[in-house]
């Protein structure tokens, strides 16, 4: 009897071995980097290429491992039970339950888990080729309890707010704790994500801040409002700043005033008002909805060659400009 003993522990320890490997194996190829493995599999390395396939494959992969993991775990609880009762009776129940509980704890999950995970590139290198070997024996019945487990509850479909707020979390990851080109990346990425969230209400210049010029004003005035301006296109209004006429830029203004006729005397040219040259020389107001989402109105600027557009509320008043640059 004392024969048959030996043998079971020694059978148990294989196991716990066994365990050992299969949580370290699950802790090393998830967390090795993919830059690193990508970097190695393109210099040629087979192992980094196979661990690249395993964890294409990461369904077929974990499910494999969980499998192989349960079942060593309790066939060796099982015949742990066996060792135990043989020698303590009914009481072995519970010390076998106890003993298998730690030694698993401690030996199958904490310890090689953690190493595993401080060694993660080099232990998924080297353990690569054998859980190739397990995938490929339980791949089939991983997929067979993969398909009954869907049937019975049901496969969660990711939606695309899930893969949002996941690359979100990529995102803020990437720039966390990099320097200031990161951060600028990170920001800018963002910033895209945007585009399908806010509106040209939110990101528009308010027509408080806008700088307007009137067609009527006399020719001089026009000049100075113009060059005074940092900027180079001009809402043009009439009478009303809501009668949006068209959008003066200051390069097609100066063009024009270099070809016009000189004045008889400086009081004609003063007469003279800016709506004679704006006439001929402002583009036609591109007017959009407050409402209007960022990437429709993105979509819309590439579409119509534009860099400029007026926005206005449902009643078709003024409300501000938004600009391709913003």
């Known amino acids: 009897m004392s024969g048959d003993i030996l043998t079971l522990v020694l059978v148990i320890f294989l196991l716990i071995l066994a365990s050992a490997f299969f949580s370290s194996a699950e802790t090393a190829l998830t967390a090795a980097s993919d830059a690193r493995m990508r970097q190695l599999a393109g210099k040629g390395n087979r192992r980094a290429m196979l661990v690249e396939r395993l964890r294409d494959d990461r369904e077929g992969l974990i499910g494999s ?195 016009a006729p000189a004045a008889k005397d400086e009081e004609a040219q003063r007469a003279t008002t800016g709506r004679e040259l704006v006439q001929g020389i402002a583009s036609d107001p591109y007017f959009v909805p407050e409402t209007t989402l960022l990437f429709d109105q993105l979509q819309a600027f590439r579409s119509r060659r534009e860099h400029f557009a007026v926005v206005v509320d449902e009643y078709g008043d003024l409300q501000g400009i938004v600009t391709l640059e913003d």
């Not at 720039?175 to 600028?184: F, N």
């Open 65 to 259: 491992i969980l499998i192989g993991n349960n079942a060593v775990n309790v066939i060796a609880s099982a015949l742990a039970t066996s060792v135990f009762i043989s020698i303590l009776d009914d009481a072995g129940v519970v010390w076998a339950t106890i003993t298998m509980t730690v030694i698993l704890v401690v030996f199958a999950e904490v310890m090689p888990k953690t190493y595993a995970l401080t060694h993660s590139d080099k232990y998924a290198l080297m353990i690569a080729p054998p859980v190739r070997v397990v995938v490929l024996l339980l791949r089939p019945l991983s997929m067979a309890l993969s398909v009954l487990a869907n049937s019975l509850i049901g496969k969660r479909r990711t939606d695309d707010s899930d893969r949002e707020e996941e690359l979100r979390g990529m995102i803020e990851l990437h720039g966390a704790d990099g320097d200031a080109d990161d951060r600028e990346t990170q920001a800018m990425l963002s910033s895209v994500l945007d585009l399908n969230e806010l509106t040209v209400e939110q990101i528009m210049t308010h027509r408080a801040g806008v700088k307007m010029v009137d067609a009527d004003d006399d020719l001089d005035s026009l000049l100075r409002e113009v060059l005074s301006s940092p900027h180079t296109r001009h809402p043009v209004y009439s009478g009303n700043p809501d009668n949006i006429i068209g959008v003066l830029h200051v390069k097609d203004l100066l063009r024009a005033v270099g070809r």
